[in-house]
């Protein structure tokens, strides 16, 4: 008998979804947009600073 904790099998192994894999896809959109945000802050303190 199956515990009812323990969720069916259909014959398919259940594997969770790793976050590094789901985040991966993402990096070449995000990359630039926080470098750009970087470059415009350190800009501002330089300009702030002088």
Request: hydrophobic letters at 55%; charged letters at 10%; zero cysteines.
């Amino acid at each position: 008998m199956v515990s009812p904790n323990e969720p069916p099998q259909h014959g398919h192994d259940y594997e969770p979804q790793d976050a590094v894999e789901s985040v991966v896809p993402m990096i070449p959109i995000v990359l630039p947009m926080v470098g750009a945000a970087l470059m415009f802050l350190l800009a501002f303190i330089a300009i702030y600073m002088a």
